[in-house]
């Protein structure tokens, strides 16, 4: 049977303050799962690059969505899968939801395409749930629908699109460290201050003010995170002179992407010289004796998609 090829994006989620709540898509980095129709059963017959993510479906995000979305339709038919994994786990930049998107994606493609994108992303969902111990939805949603997102991954489930910032550069740094989602979570507190509260509230209200406007000034005034990142930088080693180097060298804010090591920081157009904070960033980690892959990137408005 025919193979299909999707493609499906890196994602920043949480965006700074708005925690398992807003979520962007970021072009430039992500996965890409090939998938043909089988007659039964989920199968994932090849991860590439070497990796040591489980083949069982079962344990796999990219299987657990495939599932889903096949239960999704009623269907008895199954669909083999080949990941190749652009998008390391562990980052930060939501990779695990990335595998889920682009099997739910491409099931559903091949069955028919009777679900819409908004559809897959509970199923997506599920399959993220398995791997990181937690239901949020703000890398699946992005990752399927392109933009930034808000979710409420609770009862009533809501997702929606929250508009644009033309003028929006990231820059992504990934050091070579690895954060799993799961620990991350655990180590957060049951309760947070009540100032915490307001002050991340605020900031992530006027975040989705920002993307429906259109101003860069006010998303970059908003993106800063009191509640979350404190606690999650004790897990990046040199997180507080990074951040500081790349204020510096003229980045407009920065935050831990999702729950890291990736750093995004932001700037915008005007600024002609990115590279100097992505430099700052690098080399900053470099001091600290960790290696890191970085990206000069924008908004990915499209999401999930067949590619050639
Ligand atoms: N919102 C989740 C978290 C995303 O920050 O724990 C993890 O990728």
Not at 51 to 62: G, R, S
Not at 113 to 138: N, Q, R, W
Not at 245 to 254: E, F, I, Q, R, S
Request: charged residues 20%; proline residues 5%.
């Amino acid at each position: 049977m025919e193979w299909i090829k999707v493609f499906s994006p890196a994602t920043i989620g949480n965006i700074g303050p708005g925690f398992d709540v807003l979520g962007l898509a970021v072009g430039g980095w992500g996965d890409v799962i090939e998938a043909r129709k089988i007659d039964s059963g989920i199968l994932i017959s090849e991860i590439e690059p070497e990796h040591d993510l489980p083949t069982d479906p079962n344990e796999n995000t990219a299987g657990i969505a495939a599932r889903e979305v096949l239960k999704l339709l009623s269907l008895n038919g199954g669909v083999e899968l080949k990941i190749k994994k652009g998008l390391p786990s562990g980052s930060g930049l939501g990779s695990s939801a990335a595998s889920a998107a682009a099997a739910a994606f491409a099931t559903n493609h091949l069955y028919g395409e009777k679900l819409s994108k908004a559809d897959l992303i509970l199923p997506a969902t599920k399959a993220e749930e398995y791997v990181s111990g937690g239901f949020f939805a703000d890398n699946t949603a992005p990752c399927l629908l392109g933009g930034a997102t808000l979710t409420r991954s609770k009862l009533p489930f809501d997702v929606t699109k929250i508009g644009h910032i033309d003028n929006l550069r990231i820059i992504l740094v990934t050091p070579d460290v690895i954060v799993l989602t799961r620990e991350a979570r655990e180590m957060l507190p049951d309760t947070v201050s009540l100032d915490g509260f307001i002050n991340n509230m605020a900031n992530s209200c006027l975040i989705s003010a920002a993307f429906a406007k259109n101003d860069y000034d006010l998303f970059a005034r908003s993106v800063n995170d009191v509640v979350i990142e404190p606690i999650r930088a004790q897990l990046i080693p040199g997180y507080a002179e990074v951040k500081e180097n790349a204020l510096k060298a003229g980045a407009d804010g920065v935050a831990i992407s999702g729950s890291g090591p990736t750093l995004f920081a932001i700037t915008n157009h005007t600024n002609s010289r990115p590279f100097l904070i992505e430099d700052a960033m690098v080399r900053t980690f470099k001091k600290y004796g960790i290696g890191s892959r970085s990206i000069i990137t924008e908004i990915d408005s499209v999401g999930t998609r067949l590619i050639d």
